[in-house]
């Protein structure tokens, strides 16, 4: 995981929270090649980064739970392609996004 793919995760965040979803499509597409797990580990690490800068009433913010949700829909879809073929790049999962699954594509 790179700081530069969190610090992208939390900017989409905080300037367009509405657009997370296009926005890890998008993330996807800039480096394919990438290990697919790197982008659930961003969303990981940007959940830990909100929480610790915005974090309200001494619990996770709304926004943590929005991306810790999203990191763990990204990790079926990791297993799941994982299972066939072992740990898949950001391509495989691109691929399957435009398949099977597109929740990570619609609006």
Do not use: C
Not at 6 to 23: L, N, Q, W
Not at 33 to 41: E, M, S, Y
């Amino acid at each position: 995981m790179s700081d530069d793919l969190v610090a992208d995760v939390i900017e989409v965040m905080r300037t367009r929270p509405e657009e997370m979803r296009m926005a890890i499509h998008a993330l996807a597409e800039r480096d394919p090649d990438r290990p697919a797990a790197d982008l659930a580990a961003a969303l990981l690490g940007a959940a830990e980064a909100v929480d610790h800068t915005l974090e309200k009433e001494g619990g996770p913010t709304g926004e943590a739970l929005a991306l810790r949700r999203m990191a763990g829909l990204l990790r079926e879809d990791i297993a799941q392609l994982a299972e066939a073929s072992g740990p898949p790049s950001l391509a495989q999962l691109l691929r399957w996004w435009r398949s099977e699954d597109d929740l990570f594509r619609r609006l």
